[in-house]
């Protein structure tokens, strides 16, 4: 892989991703797209149900975009590759769940990152920001997602000053689910990968899917689409072995066998 700026390590049906690009894990546009490459074959590899994502290091998670590899000639508009900025937020049919573990600083760009993932996690450490004000410039993604999950006049606030939070404020406002001790923040985020890897990959896949796509519906709408099986995931699911083994593992007392299929 490029400059070998990506870990990974595989746990049964977990999938770790540790983002190692010292000095601070920012991200340029070969990291981006070794990030799109990594988490397209995880969507694709039926044997990983969750990922962890994390960065190498104490101090950062990630400031974002590499500036100083902008001021070399990389475009900021540039090929970030198949997942778009992060390997994530534009990479289509990416139904899978993903834990993020933030492990220190974590601002503009590195942000967005996170908040494409659908738990985060930090170290007590952590702390958070959208700076991209101060430097002359829109926090794109930011200014789509964060307004949707805390509070507007909230998210409004960070967008418009840049101002920094610790992760006690950002767990306050929501977008951050639990807040770990640095030493037990990996520790949680594999034993949750692993709860939710138990659980039916089908159900996991329609669930991020059926969320995405109410994302801006109305509410009757969303439904007659699910109800319809007009969502190639809830299709998928309302046919399959899964959901019959859910059943009769109720019906005799058991714990179902999931097989994903």
Same mark, same amino acid.
């Given at each position: 892989?490029?400059?070998?700026?990506?870990?990974?390590?595989?746990?049964?049906?977990?999938?770790?991703?540790?983002?190692?690009? %010292?000095?601070?894990?920012?991200?340029?546009?070969?990291?981006?797209?070794?990030?799109?490459?990594?988490?397209?074959?995880?969507?694709?590899?039926?044997?990983?149900?969750? @990922?962890?994502?994390?960065?190498?290091?104490?101090?950062?998670?990630?400031?974002?975009?590499?500036?100083? @590899?902008?001021?070399?000639?990389?475009?900021?508009?540039?090929?970030?590759?198949?997942?778009?900025?992060?390997?994530?937020?534009?990479? %289509?049919?990416?139904?899978?769940?993903?834990?993020?573990?933030?492990?220190?600083?974590?601002?503009?760009?590195?942000?967005?990152? @996170?908040? *494409?993932?659908?738990?985060?996690?930090?170290?007590?450490?952590?702390?958070?920001?959208?700076?991209?004000?101060?430097?002359?410039?829109?926090?794109?993604?930011? *200014?789509?997602?964060? %307004?949707?999950?805390?509070?507007?006049?909230?998210?409004?606030?960070?967008?418009?000053?840049?101002?920094?939070?610790?992760?006690?404020?950002?767990?306050?406002?929501?977008?951050?689910?639990?807040?770990?001790?640095?030493?037990?923040?990996?520790?949680? @985020?594999?034993?949750?990968?692993?709860?939710?890897? *138990?659980?039916?990959?089908?159900?996991?896949?329609?669930?991020?899917?059926?969320?995405?796509?109410?994302?801006? *519906?109305?509410?009757?709408?969303?439904?007659?689409?699910?109800?319809?099986?007009?969502?190639?995931?809830?299709?998928?699911?309302?046919?399959?072995?899964?959901?019959?083994?859910?059943?009769?593992?109720?019906?005799?007392?058991?714990? %179902?066998?999931?097989?994903?299929?």
């Amino acid at each position: 892989m490029s400059e070998n700026v990506l870990k990974t390590r595989k746990d049964g049906h977990v999938l770790e991703v540790t983002l190692d690009r %010292p000095k601070a894990n920012a991200v340029d546009l070969i990291t981006s797209r070794a990030m799109g490459e990594v988490f397209r074959d995880f969507r694709d590899n039926p044997d990983l149900r969750v @990922a962890i994502l994390t960065a190498a290091g104490e101090k950062f998670f990630c400031p974002g975009w590499d500036l100083k @590899a902008a001021a070399d000639g990389d475009e900021v508009d540039g090929d970030y590759g198949v997942g778009g900025f992060g390997g994530m937020q534009e990479l %289509p049919r990416l139904n899978k769940p993903i834990i993020c573990a933030v492990n220190g600083i974590c601002c503009g760009g590195g942000l967005e990152i @996170a908040l *494409s993932t659908d738990i985060i996690l930090a170290a007590e450490h952590a702390t958070f920001a959208l700076p991209e004000i101060r430097s002359g410039t829109v926090a794109d993604a930011a *200014s789509i997602k964060l %307004p949707k999950r805390i509070p507007y006049h909230i998210a409004m606030e960070l967008l418009l000053t840049g101002r920094w939070l610790d992760a006690e404020e950002a767990h306050r406002w929501g977008f951050v689910n639990e807040i770990l001790a640095a030493d037990k923040l990996m520790d949680r @985020a594999r034993e949750l990968a692993q709860l939710i890897a *138990s659980g039916p990959p089908l159900v996991m896949a329609a669930i991020k899917e059926v969320v995405r796509d109410a994302e801006d *519906s109305k509410f009757q709408d969303a439904l007659n689409r699910i109800t319809g099986r007009q969502l190639e995931t809830v299709d998928t699911l309302y046919g399959s072995e899964d959901m019959l083994e859910g059943f009769n593992a109720f019906a005799e007392k058991r714990d %179902p066998v999931w097989k994903g299929r």
